[in-house]
């Protein structure tokens, strides 16, 4: 049985903490050094089998051309504001040096001349595309091998270079391009540590305990640790999206210090009705820790479910977050009762400070800073579940309505791919992206890569450079280049709109459905679109296609386990549709905030901006995956107390009321440490920050203290309704209900009731 089991567990682990902690800082140091040793650099590979843009970047590959690589861009402008490059000749003498010099960094393998373009006219410059037309912007573009030959200390050289001209050179010099992208450092290392501070913060004035708030805490820091270690060591083996860290160090914080806080909670139960540390610990293992492990194995299997929509960096990326929540799990269960065992009778009353706060007479905080256990246990949360029991109908449609009214705005959702130009001004690669837009037009920040095969039909090349050109979302076209040894041509071609904006995945699309298949004809001959817009645009269309079958997929998969723990029917059928209006609500909000600017200034939003077109599909797999988490320490202790007593009304009440303090503190944690990642300068985690928030708030509010309450009580006893011939087939024995403490200590269990 699994709480017998989590049961020695715990209590082992309680009677010898220090050798728990000791193995855990080996695995830890282990864990780091396996990371330095054989670690990899995370890298973004937004391509999936079958799409077009994958089929273009094989034979960008094949011709050899160097534009499979990354690439950097430096844009210039005479700090003059009335000089031109066309008139000015010290202008010129400068954009000549910085052009030898970028040149000159290692591994480049080669740059544009504007200076030189210059020199042969100021048209040839103007229709190479390397000056604008009034002559006041340049642009050097600087190409570099794949990123796997590569480091951030290209990177450096290269913003070193640009730091040390500008004193030098009258020019206003700004960078951008994907090498910044790729080897930028990730701003989730102060989101971290704002979400540590406050969830610190919400723990101590939980537990009014210094000891009590570091221990979940102590316990989060190791399992991260451990977990994005051997992310970094599957960095070496495969491609890990970039973003993988951020997420997993976002989820693994937020669950591995609410796991954390429901295990603890448990414990001071234990410890204030008498019992020794080493047994209250292996107890709260057993009883809290059973859910913990169904909804930590919920969350895992949400996220590996995202293999469905067959984009490889969307199934690496949900393993290496995978990675740390089952680590999370794994400390919850032997690390923390071994900080549980060594804390000893400590944690059974308020330390200094917490006593302090009592005798200044702070009672409501005081009252609101209790453990869950002792008399005064959840009175307050007691009269408001009761309240909303007597009045179910009007709070069950007022939420509903509620959450239904923030859901809307989903009908507008729009993916796309969030560019240089949703970042803050602060950053160069905004104001370069900013002086590109402004000389050369918004869709030179986000060109098309045309790849041909003429093979069997050597005019093609003319009939397609002429048909793209004269496309009305094209607004040039710059040289074919022609690899000798292969005949594989590429078309670099600049949309007339920006990488984000609709209008440009309406002309790749027109160009591959209508302009390409006439260009081409009938013959051999082939041509496929790439580029990183692009790649977006294929990526958004898959994750859009597959997400139904992923969500089916997922809803099909949480039902059943529900049925397994809970033995019934419409508690996990129920369960299922309210987390659907939570994750639903959170769309629609992000869906306000983003594409229509609602509140975006208070995020650091400057730009409204598309929806990443792989957030959706993820966002989905982690939030059913945490909504689960609060559903089952939820109900698990309705389920406890409707076998206790057979009563629908009372379970619910007494249910609900015991387990709302801590769900309420989990979830304000959760919001803390998800929201503090909303403040990023990245979209994509402000994205991913404030959907996670959003929804942890939603649910563990609205659904779990007013929907859940009404509904169940609308339910009556039906809630546990099971046909007789499906409770034969299914297992025996309870998969993650708390039948109180009868299993773990072998005592008999009271009868279950399953209703027929």
């Known amino acids: 049985m699994l709480s017998k089991a989590l049961l020695r567990l715990g209590a082992s682990a309680a009677r010898h903490p220090w050798r728990v902690i000791a193995a855990w800082l080996i695995t830890a140091t282990l864990a780091v050094l396996a990371a330095v040793a054989f670690g990899g650099r995370n890298a973004d590979s937004m391509t999936a089998p079958g799409l077009d843009s994958q089929r273009a970047a094989e034979l960008i590959e ?71 037309a009034d002559g006041r912007i340049a642009v050097v573009r600087v190409q570099y091998p794949d990123q796997s030959r590569l480091s951030a200390e290209d990177l450096d050289a290269l913003v070193d270079l640009g730091d040390r001209l500008r004193a030098e050179l009258p020019l206003r010099i700004e960078m951008g391009g994907n090498l910044f992208y790729a080897f930028s450092d990730p701003d989730g290392g102060v989101s971290e540590l704002i979400g540590l501070l406050a969830a610190a913060a919400i723990l101590f004035l939980a537990f009014g305990s210094l000891v009590a708030a570091a221990l979940p805490i102590g316990m989060a820091v190791f399992g991260l640790t451990v977990g994005v270690a051997t992310m970094t060591v599957l960095a070496g083996v495969t491609d890990v999206p970039t973003f993988a860290p951020v997420l997993g160090s976002m989820v693994g914080l937020g669950v591995g210090i609410d796991y954390a806080l429901f295990v603890l909670a448990r414990h001071r139960e234990y410890l204030a009705r008498g019992l020794d540390p080493h047994e209250a610990a292996g107890r709260a293992v057993a009883t809290a820790g059973r859910p913990v492990v169904f909804a930590g194995g919920t969350v895992v299997v949400s996220i590996l479910g995202l293999a469905v929509a067959n984009v490889p960096f969307m199934t690496v990326g949900g393993l290496a977050v995978s990675i740390v929540v089952l680590t999370m799990v794994l400390a919850s269960v032997t690390l923390l009762p071994a900080f549980l065992g060594a ?34 246990h959840a009175a307050g949360w007691r009269r408001w579940i009761g309240h909303v029991s007597r009045h179910p109908v009007p709070y069950a449609v007022g939420a509903a309505g509620l959450l239904l009214t923030a859901t809307l705005p989903v009908l507008g959702l729009r993916v796309g791919l969030p560019d240089d130009g949703s970042l803050p001004h602060s950053r160069t690669e905004r104001r370069a992206y900013d002086l590109v837009a402004e000389g050369f037009g918004p869709g030179t920040n986000g060109p098309l890569v045309i790849a041909a095969d003429p093979t069997g039909d050597p005019g093609v090349l003319d ?51 209508d302009v390409l298949p006439t ?38 998969m949480s039902f059943l386990l529900l049925m397994l723990v809970f033995r019934s029917i419409l508690v996990p059928l129920k369960a299922v549709l309210l987390n659907l209006l939570s994750i639903g609500a959170a769309y629609g909000i992000m869906v306000a ?40 320490f939820l ?23 015991r387990t709302a303090r801590i769900i309420t503190s989990a979830a304000l944690i959760m919001v803390a440490v998800f929201m503090s990642f909303a403040v990023a300068e990245d979209p994509s985690t402000k994205m991913f920050g404030l959907g996670l928030a959003t929804a942890i708030f939603i649910d563990a509010t609205v659904v779990r203290m007013v929907l859940v309450p009404a509904t169940m009580t609308l339910l009556g006893r039906t809630n546990w309704w099971l046909p007789k011939w499906l409770d034969w087939m299914l297992p025996r024995g309870p998969v993650g209900t708390d039948d109180t403490d009868a299993e773990c200590t072998g005592e008999a269990p009271r009868p279950r009731l399953v209703d027929r």
């Not at 041509?527 to 958004?540: E, F, K, R």
């Not at 389920?639 to 009440?653: F, S």
């Open 635 to 657: 109900l698990s202790r309705v389920r406890e107390e409707y076998l206790r007593t057979g009563d629908n009304g009372t379970a619910i009440v007494e249910g609900v009321s």
């Open 463 to 513: 009939r397609l450079v002429g048909a793209v050109a004269a496309d009305p979302g094209i607004a040039s076209v710059a040289p074919t280049h022609i690899d000798r040894a292969t005949g594989i041509a590429t078309l670099v071609v600049f949309p007339t709109t920006s990488p984000q904006d609709k209008a440009t995945a309406d002309t790749i699309a027109r160009l591959r459905t």
């Open 62 to 132: 094949r011709a050899g051309t160097g534009q499979e690589g990354m690439t950097a861009q430096v844009v210039v402008t005479p700090l003059d504001d009335g000089a031109t490059f066309f008139d000015d000749d010290g202008a010129r003498t400068a954009l000549t040096r910085l052009r030898a010099e970028v040149k000159r960094l290692p591994h480049v393998l080669g740059t544009s001349d504007p200076a030189g373009a210059l020199d042969a006219g100021g048209d040839t410059a103007v229709r190479g595309g390397l000056v604008s």
């Open 343 to 376: 804390a000893g009778p400590r944690l059974a009353r308020a330390g200094r400070i917490g006593r302090a706060l009592q005798t200044r007479k702070l009672g409501r905080l005081a009252r609101w800073r209790d453990t869950a256990a002792g008399a005064a």
């Open 519 to 556: 260009a081409i004809g009938h013959g051999t001959a082939r041509a496929h679109i790439g580029g990183a817009a692009a790649s977006l645009s294929d990526v958004g269309q898959r994750t859009s296609q597959r997400l139904p079958v992923f969500v089916a997929a997922v809803l099909a």
């Open 593 to 632: 905030v983003f594409q229509w600017g609602w509140g975006g200034a208070l995020i650091g939003l400057e730009a409204t901006v598309p929806i990443v077109s792989f957030i959706p599909m993820f966002l989905f797999a982690i939030l059913f995956g945490l909504s689960m988490d609060y559903e089952v």
